[in-house]
Every structure is written in structure tokens, then in C-alpha cells.
């Protein structure tokens, strides 16, 4: 157990912002000697537990830096919440060690293939079940590799079982076991390197160091690149100072200046989520003036040409006298603060966006991390806006929404490009690294390029091969003058999703199985 519990630790070390990716597969390689010599499956489902417990306690240790910006409740309690979400996540490699040694115990291989095929199943359990929490799944380790390529075709949950497969491998070759191996790190390079049919190079531009003399937008600069100039402002905004009365003027000040200086062009402009704090829409009839002139402040030195594309609050009532609920929304504002279009926010978080059980822990003094005592409600999901011009279509994925793998576009409108707005400003040191990781991979996966605009960091852009092309760096002021990369064509994850991850978990699991009944049925012979 302890073994295990410090295993799953120093694999933890594997993901951002240390993202010593060889300690997760050498974490396998590990946990697959244990489970060899596991004496029952109470034993091997243990081995599990411990092994996620360490792994998600290590790696989830921002969820306690979060616990600082909640007034009411001491610093040590987010480290309760830390302990007590990993003892409920680490049932998931429980099950899939627990699976392993069922069907591969005295099998070696067949223990690596069941290991393999039910650690890819159970990640997808756990960003379902419950909401779900997709944070941090093995293969998002794989993203500082080329085997990031192979997620074009296997998704995430197919990347963490080639990292199962590539710690059994070494098990196996330790054991002198040489044909898997050989024939899993064959599978595994081919899976990386070749593009699926289909798949064209995508036209990338250079970061742009200013705008000046510059052609126009959706002009031709050689190479097939079409001029899209963006800028991604970083204002540099922290939790502590976000809802803090009275700082609204400064705030708006700061976004302004990065937001329009030395701009000499039109350039499509993205702002962080909820980068005005102040409601852009209010369906209460008298409260319309209020939000237009909010609006207009936001965008009152755009030029005609130009969209800002910001986080921000819609109000909602049923009645048109009372608010009686609100959403995490992102708008698409021209000159003069016309909203064309608005996507709100699908998957909440739980106790960020809402409280779950609210009467109950409202009664014990629990309350929401962020201020405030209206619940978001969700919105309908995914959604691609067509904006005016060159600049193509627009899908949104706000904050935490872009962990969810195979969960980010409307397969049926395939936008151009995604958008990531999001407030990584309560995520301490370790979780920003991890959720631009997460990111990175919905970009390969999809074969789009992601936008990332942040208060604090770490914004982004991000090719449609899951490459950072410029970002800026924690805790920094700044912007990004890039182009816009081009979308590849719809990549076999694109059009499937999470079918061929779960098809192919299955597949290794059914592997596990038949090769391990065919060891017991000989030696029974």
C-alpha cells in the first residue's frame, strides 16, 4: 500500500507544471509488478486506491490554493477537500487494477492489455458520472511528446491507455518478455507520426510584434495564409482583486490600454472570462439602458471594423421585475457594444458556479468559492457563432469546459477556431500549466486552434496540432499579436469522438480477457 501510495505521488510529477512525462510510465511499470504479486483482488484493488490517492493529491493540489479566496472558511479546509475528492477519484484506477488482476492474473500480457483497456474506460467514467471530473487524465502527460499526434485518432482516453501500454512494456521487457514491447512502441510511433486521411497542414502566421502596414484582414500573405491578425490580452488581474469593490475603473483601464495600443489595423480581440464583472445583459426590461452602456464603455475605442470577444454575466428573470438566476456567458460585441452573438457556459462547476445541496450547507455556513449567492444555470452546450468577415466561425469552451475531452464542438456546425476564455486566477502555481496541457490536446484532438485569453495567466495560442504558437507567462501583463492559424479538415476523433477511445479500451480489455482465460484453459488441460 504505501509502495503504491508513493508510486501514484511520483507520477503525479509527470503532469504540469513539472511535466516530467517518464515518471507516468515508469509509475505502470511499477504498479504492474504489484499487481503481479497481489495475492487476491481485495489486494489489487488496494494497490489501485493508493496508487490514485497518491496520484491525485499531488496533482490536485491547487483545488487548495482555491479555498484561500473563500472569506469564510480557513485556508486548511481546502486540503480536507483535496484529501476527500481523491479518496472518491482514486476508486477509478481501483477499478481498472482491480479488472487487471481479474483477467490477467498469471498472464503478464494479458494483465498489461486488461490494465491498459480499463484505465481508458474508467477515465471516461470519471468525467461522466457525476457531473464528471476529467482533470488530469493519464495521457494529457504524453502532450510534451509526438505521440500528442496520436490523439487525432484515439483521443485522450486512447493517449492513457498507450501510456499504460508503454509502462507495461518496460514491465514486460524487464521480464524479458521482448515482442510486446516491440511490437506496442512500433504501434505507438506509427499512431504519432502519420496523419490520418484527410489531414492537411494548417496555415499558421507569425506572432505579430505590431500591426502597422499590415494588409488587411482576409488577405492572402503567401502560403495559403490568410491575414487574421488577433490579439489576446492578459490584464494581469488576481482573484483577490477581481470582485473587489470599487476596482471595476481600474480594471477596465488596464484592458483598454493593453487592449488598443499601438493598434494601427483591424484585429479580432479577446478578452479573459468575465472580464467585466458587471452584467452585459440584464433581461429585466428597465435594467436594458444599464447593461447597453456597459457594453458601449467595453468597446468605446473599437473601431467599426473591429470585435471584441469577452467574458462576462447575462442576468436572467422570470418575471421581468426580480433576478432569478444568471449564467457564465462570453459575448460578441461590435462597435458601439452590439451583441452579436452569446454562448453561456454548459458545464458548471460545482461549488464555483453553484452550490449543490444549497440548503443543506448554506445551513452549516458553506457557500460558494466565488462571491456572490445566485446560482449560474447551464446553457444548452456547445455552439459555433459565424462572425462578420474573414474571421470565420467561433465555437466556445468557457474555463474548466475544455477538460472534457470529445465534449467541446457542435459536431453538426464544425466552427474554424475555439475559444478558451477562462479565470485560472484562483489555481495557485500548478493548475494553469495543467489546464493550458488540457487544452493543447482538445486542439490535436480536434484539429482546431484554440484562443486562450486568462486574467493571470497562462494565455495562449494554440495550433491545431496541440503546439503552443506564443503564450504569456504567469502572473504577467501583456498581449498576443498573432494570425489566426487555419483548422485542419476534421480528424478521425473529430467526426467519432469518444467511440474509438471506448472501442478501443474494450478491445484491449476483451484482449485481457481472452488471453488470460487461454492461460487458466491450458492449465487446466
Known sequence: MLLALAGGAASAFAF?????????????ALLCWMLERAASLKSALAIGWAFGLGQFVIGLNWIATAFTFQAKMPPWLGWIAVVLLSLYLAVYPMLATGLA??????????????????????EWLRATIFTGFAWNPIGVTLADTPLIGASRLIGTY???????????TLWLAARKSWRTPVAVAATAVLLSISPPPGVRAPSVGPPLSGAANNPPPGEDVGGGVLMRPIRIV????????????????TAADRLRTLSFQGLQQSHLLFWPEAAVTNPLLDERPGASELVAIERRQATQVLPRQELLITGGLSLLSSDGQRVTGATNSVFVLGAGGQVLGRYDKAHLVPYGEYLPMRPLLSAIGLSRLAPGDLDFRPGPGPLSIQLPGSWGKVGFQLCYEIIFSGEVVDRRDRPDFIFNPSNDAWFGRWGP?????????????????VVRSTPTGISALIDPYGKVVASLPWQKPGVINALLPDPLAPTPFARLGNAIPLALGFILLLAGIVLGRGRRYSAGI
Open 158 to 168: 486512447g493517449l492513457s491507455a498507450m501510456t499504460v501500454l508503454l509502462g507495461g
Open 101 to 122: 488482476w481479474r483477467f490477467g492474473k498469471g498472464r503478464p500480457i494479458a494483465l498489461v492489455f486488461a490494465l491498459a483497456g480499463g484505465s481508458a474506460i474508467t
Open 433 to 449: 500549466p495543467q489546464h493550458l496541457a488540457q487544452a493543447r490536446l482538445r486542439a490535436a484532438e480536434e484539429g482546431l486552434p
Open 234 to 249: 492578459q490584464p494581469n488581474i488576481g482573484q483577490e482583486d477581481k470582485w473587489r469593490p470599487g476596482f471595476e475603473a
Open 16 to 28: 504540469q507544471p513539472l511535466g516530467l512525462w517518464p515518471l507516468m510510465i515508469l509509475a505502470f
